[in-house]
């Protein structure tokens, strides 16, 4: 089976960096995504990391690293409004599932002022 | 642009009574997806459109669970008869092109809460 795995919770500061990490152990790996959630909001797409290395986007930056299974968003500058929940998806490439996204349970993320 | 559309945004049943669900796809895009997302978990696949072709529903309860995308746009995904362990929201994404490479990034709409009860 696929399996993701991220930490349920984080708090941080207003300003702070946070980092969150994900590893996975998927049947082949073909791409890496990291979508963020308000509450009671759809999902909506950060980031996509398919090479080693670092994807920085703004104040968003994803890491992947193939050969240990794991995957980091960081976010810098934190803001009030980064309170969400973070969900690391990975994309297998093999087998039945290919082309399937499958999710962590996400990492629910406070911003405190 | 138009996001990806869903109706209802909420629904209240009692068990064993049918529902559906209506999804519009952002325009032009050709796979649409139905995921099941329970409270504190992330959106779990049931089913994966390619135009009019379902090709991948391996995770869809076929017992009591039908979808269909007529024309390859808009799609439905029907409950019958719901159960308690039906209550979550059911997300409707769509995306540019074939998932099996490249970056197409799903985007998802804003799901219908569903409570059994």
């Known amino acids: 089976g696929q399996n993701i795995d991220q930490p349920t919770e984080m708090t941080a500061t207003e300003g702070a960096i946070v980092q969150i990490n994900c590893t996975y152990q998927?049947?082949?790996?073909?791409?890496l995504f990291w979508y963020q959630q308000h509450a009671g909001e759809a999902p909506t797409f950060l980031s996509y990391n398919v090479l080693d290395g670092l994807e920085e986007k703004g104040r968003f930056s994803s890491f992947l690293s193939r050969s240990k299974g794991y995957s980091y968003l960081l976010l810098k500058e934190l803001q009030m409004k980064d309170s969400a929940s973070y969900l690391c998806?990975?994309?297998?490439?093999?087998?039945?599932?290919?082309?399937?996204?499958?999710f962590g349970r996400g990492t629910q993320l406070t911003v405190w002022p | 642009e138009a996001g990806v559309v869903q109706s209802p945004r909420y629904k209240i049943i009692e068990k064993k009574q049918p529902v559906a669900f209506w999804c519009n796809p952002i325009s032009g895009h050709n796979t649409l997806y139905w995921y099941r997302q329970n409270l504190g978990q992330g959106p779990e696949l049931l089913i994966r459109?390619?135009?009019?072709?379902?090709?991948?529903d391996s995770q869809l309860p076929k017992d009591r669970f039908s979808a269909e995308r007529l024309k390859g746009v808009d799609s439905t995904l029907k409950i019958q008869p719901a159960e308690l362990g039906d209550s979550a929201v059911y997300l409707c994404?769509?995306?540019?092109?074939?998932?099996?490479?490249?970056?197409?990034?799903?985007?998802f709409g804003p799901g219908t809460r569903l409570t059994v009860t």
């Open positions: 994404a769509s995306s540019l092109g074939q998932e099996r490479s490249g970056s197409y990034e799903q985007y």
């Open positions: 998806a990975v994309r297998p490439s093999r087998g039945s599932t290919l082309g399937r996204l499958y």
């Open positions: 998927t049947s082949g790996f073909n791409g």
């Open positions: 459109y390619e135009n009019e072709e379902a090709v991948d």
